[in-house]
């Protein structure tokens, strides 16, 4: 049913050797009718709360939507500073695969770092993803001390944290609100290999980038659309809205827009070949025409 939510076996067990997962953080997975499938990948230090809302709308809609907690994830940051980027992206790479497995196309979706891992799966799955949405995607910072992180990461274990980076007044983001230097160090590498490989891409891609982001930096915005050579993409502009897009003023823009970029890229319905009617039928007069004569 649209709109109910589940906790799916498979994320839940991704997140089992963690702490409990925090109330409002859980993976959850709508829909399950529609034979279009959309993966929704949240961000760093963050959780599937930042995307339910998006969820619940795609859902709505029809479609068969997914999310799992990536690992170290909706727990303590500690957690996470266990994790490196082959657990998310592994944790990502196999909801997808589940979805491909029921669904005739499978759409990827993210938010921030669940950006980066959308198109590091794109570039990785090619054709098999029906195409990419990103909101605020991290492929970069222009930070200088982010030259430093891997010798910080030997003497500090965290730096302050980057959640709920909201422009909307009440709107809050379930993260951490420390950030372990050593997963941000690990974040780094999937940037060095995910940018590179960007002309990859073979599926349409969509991206919204808020105009005032305090988290992710313009300039990972222009290596998006530099890097993507092979395949189709949009940029559309966030005016109202800060890095968590998702839970702020503009989310409404997304989620529409997500829905109109699916429905333009899912192959329309082949219509039912007309019966075919022998010569002989049509020759044999109605059983009204027999009755007047």
């Known amino acids: 049913m649209a709109g109910a939510g589940r906790t799916t076996a498979a994320s839940a067990g ?63 940051w500690q957690d996470l500073a266990a994790t490196g980027w082959r657990d998310w992206y592994g944790a990502v790479d196999e909801a997808f695969g589940d979805l491909r497995a029921r669904c ?13 891992l959308t198109l590091r799966l794109a570039e990785e799955r090619g054709a098999e993803v029906a195409g990419a949405v990103t909101v605020n995607p991290s492929l970069g910072t222009d930070r200088w001390d982010a030259k430093i992180a891997p010798l910080l990461s030997r003497i500090r274990r965290s730096v302050p944290g980057i959640a709920s980076d909201i ?47 305090h988290v992710v930096e313009p300039s990972s915005g222009r290596r998006l659309l530099a890097g993507v050579t092979s395949a189709p993409v949009t ?27 699916v429905r333009q890229h899912v192959p329309a319905p082949t219509p039912a ?3 075919v009617q022998s010569v002989g039928d049509a020759a044999r007069p109605s059983a009204l025409a027999e009755g007047d004569g």
């Open 104 to 116: 005739s196309q499978v759409f990827v979706m993210g938010l921030s770092m669940g950006g980066t």
């Open 235 to 261: 940029e559309r502009l966030l005016p109202d809205s800060y890095h968590v897009a998702t839970l702020d003023n503009d989310k409404e823009t997304i989620f529409q827009g997500s829905l109109d970029f």
């Open 14 to 76: 991704a997140a089992a050797s963690f702490g409990p997962v925090l109330p409002g953080a859980e993976p959850f997975e709508l829909g399950g009718a529609g034979s279009t499938g959309v993966l929704l990948v949240h961000g760093f230090t963050g959780s599937p709360q930042s995307l339910r809302p998006w969820g619940e709308f795609l859902a709505a809609a029809g479609l068969t939507v997914r999310c799992p907690l990536l690992p170290g994830h909706g727990t303590r």
């Open 273 to 275: 070949p007309a019966p």
């Open 167 to 213: 422009k909307a007044d009440g709107a809050t983001e379930i993260g951490y609100d420390r950030v372990p230097v050593r997963a941000f160090v690990s974040l780094q590498e999937l940037w060095k290999i995910t940018v590179p490989d960007l002309s990859r891409i073979e599926s349409p891609v969509l991206t919204f980038r808020s105009v005032v982001d």
